[in-house]
């Protein structure tokens, strides 16, 4: 009988414990967009350009990267994962991009993040996510959408 209820009390104690470890929900990093002011002005930024590979040394091989100055907020970096892969982001940081006019993203070639120049935040651009890496940003990079056709491979589009 001892046997029995002690068991019947392991039971019971080890289902609270189970629930109480499966219901917590997951913190989860996605923050909505609605609250960075570059990802909103961004939003409402048209765009539509033509890049002329040939015309960016640095975008010719890959890995590689270069920047479009005067487009966007603070103008547009490219970077090249593959032959036909690319990504294109925002160069505006998504931490103090619109409140310094100096706060722009850059890279170094051959490099797989980014980083402010003013704030210090650090970007992952490699592999197309633009998630901050190293704060203070907490919001990924706006990126922008691009069409690649391998039979004309001078001209990567841009839009948005």
């Known amino acids: ?29 996605t923050q ?12 409402g930024t048209r765009i539509n350009l033509t890049v002329l590979i040939s015309s960016h040394p640095n975008l010719i091989s890959f890995p590689g ?3 479009i100055p005067n487009v966007g907020i603070r103008g547009l970096l490219i970077y090249r994962a593959t032959e036909t892969e690319f990504f ?11 409140t310094n006019a100096k706060a722009r993203v850059s890279t170094t070639q051959g490099s797989f ?18 998630q901050p890496t190293h704060g203070p940003a907490t919001y990924a990079l706006k990126q922008y959408k691009y069409t690649y056709d391998s ?9 948005n």
């Open 88 to 98: 294109v982001y925002e160069r505006a940081c998504t931490y103090d991009g619109t």
């Open 1 to 29: 009988m001892m046997i029995s209820k002690l068991r019947c009390g392991a039971f019971f104690v080890l289902t609270v414990i189970c629930s109480a470890f499966f219901s917590c929900k997951k913190k989860t990093t």
């Open 65 to 67: 990267s270069d920047t």
């Open 32 to 43: 909505q967009t609605a609250n960075n002011a570059v990802l909103n002005l961004a939003a």
């Open 113 to 130: 993040t980014c980083n402010d120049n003013v704030c210090g935040s650090v970007f992952t651009i490699s592999d197309g996510s633009g």
């Open 151 to 159: 039979s004309n491979p001078n001209v990567l589009t841009i839009t």
